[in-house]
Nanobody, 125 residues
């Protein structure tokens, strides 16, 4: 199983980025997916999660109203649209899959079974 995260980069505060996470070695359509982030010197923290169908999503309070998680099961890909970015959003962003069929969305990292390599997002002030 491989999760390939992409789309990170350098952006000014107030700008937008869209992260993608393409899966190979498994079909994600039965599984909840999540995005987490880790800034230097901090623990990996929850950002957003989406259930297997895309009908339910959860967000960290810090990103509600600014970030949107979505998925395209036909493309085996999950996305994170990030708008109104702030310097405090600077981190390495990781995607992950909860390998429990038709499970609910999870906010806890240990509930996820496979992780991507991360993509760096840097927001300048």
């Amino acid at each position: 199983v491989q999760l390939q995260a992409s789309g990170g980069g350098l952006v000014q505060a107030g700008g937008s980025l869209r992260l993608s996470c393409a899966a190979s070695g498994l079909t994600i359509s039965k599984y909840a997916m999540g995005w987490f982030r880790q800034a230097p010197g901090t623990e990996r923290g929850f950002v957003a999660s989406i259930n297997w169908s895309g009908g339910s999503a959860n967000y960290a309070d810090s990103v509600k109203g600014r970030f949107t998680i979505s998925r395209d099961n036909a493309r085996n890909t999950v996305y994170l649209q990030m708008n109104s970015l702030k310097p405090e959003d600077t981190a390495v962003y990781y995607c992950a899959v909860d390998y429990s069929p038709y499970g609910t969305t999870q906010k806890i990292a240990r509930e996820y079974d496979y992780w991507g390599q991360g993509t760096l997002v840097t927001v300048s002030s």
